[in-house]
């Protein structure tokens, strides 16, 4: 993976941190949801491993190396305690032992409260790098015990980086409702998930809700409520991405975006939620709105 060039200044600091041999044991990386903290992690994980950077490192066999993802929407506590035991004792053949917690903020207290011994206290030579692009769902306790590297963002950059990659597709829909991050449309695209403008329009007037429904439930309803969400809220700010909701009141408008946003919290928070009940019972409100 090549660096993006909105991190190349961060990529800079991080070279300096590495040459000085002043790499905190604790790093916590922070980006903005759809601007590759994954990406930057994944490079520097690598150079700290003394890896070519442009392998995969969460794919990666490697006996100083472990990549640890969340499990649905959690990363579960025996997972964590299993990173602590690979944490135990110092790197084998790289210059470093190198641990990634990605997505860090879908820790629990419960897992949080397990890795918080060797965050205060880690073994020498081990590195624990953690990505989010949610700082504050982390615990006060485990933010304090790493050093912190906030990731830019750069709108022209990333809409000239994005066009690059996909010159054939006309991407402002997708930048509109990924709310302009680059990574997210490009992963949109990959996995065909186009614009949803037209289906929103339909299901307004009833159109196709309980295909809709199981639609959204396969593909992920917190993607889908995300995007969802802005076209609300531009409705709300006076724009007109979605002509239909032009008659809906305010007030209800603000209503709904509320149930957006709380159904959104739901699913990105636990492994139960009923994703097809809930698109059924978003839907059903959505098309509500236009009820006298």
């Known amino acids: 993976m090549s660096l993006l060039p909105w991190h190349l200044g961060s990529a800079r600091a991080a070279e300096a941190s590495i040459a000085s041999d ?15 903290e994954r990406e930057f992690g994944n490079w520097l994980a690598l150079r700290l491993l003394d890896l070519a950077v442009e392998l995969d490192a969460s794919v990666l066999a490697h006996p100083d190396l472990l990549w640890a993802v969340p499990e649905g929407a959690l990363h579960r506590v025996d997972a964590i305690r299993a990173l602590v035991e690979f ?17 860090a903020h879908a820790m629990n207290r419960n897992a949080a409260n397990a890795l918080l011994k060797t965050l205060e206290e880690p073994p020498s030579g081990v590195h624990l790098l953690l990505l989010t692009s949610r700082p504050g769902q982390l615990l006060a306790t485990v933010r304090s015990r790493c050093q912190r590297s906030v990731l830019p963002i750069d709108g022209a950059s990333g809409v000239a980086w994005l066009t690059a990659q996909l010159p054939d597709v006309d991407v402002e ?22 614009p949803i403008a037209e289906a929103l329009d339909g299901a307004l ?43 809906v009141p305010a007030r209800r408008l603000a209503m709904f975006a509320q149930e957006l946003q709380w159904i959104r919290r739901q699913l990105l928070a636990s492994n139960s939620v009923n994703e097809r009940l809930m698109a059924e019972r978003l839907l059903d409100g959505w098309r509500d709105l236009l009820k006298a």
């Open 22 to 36: 002043r790499v905190p044991q604790g790093w916590l990386v922070v980006g903005t949801e759809g601007w590759g």
């Open 87 to 103: 944490a135990q004792g110092g790197p084998q053949v790289a210059p470093r032992k190198v641990i990634v917690l990605e997505q």
């Open 173 to 194: 829909s997708l930048l509109f409702e990924q709310g302009g991050a680059p990574l997210a449309v490009l992963e949109a695209h990959a996995n065909a998930r186009g």
């Open 205 to 247: 007037r009833g159109a196709g809700v309980k295909e809709l429904s199981e639609r959204w439930a396969n593909e992920g309803l917190a993607d889908v409520t995300g995007r969802w969400l802005r076209y609300v809220q531009d409705a709300l700010a006076g724009g007109r991405r979605l002509p239909a909701l032009d008659p």
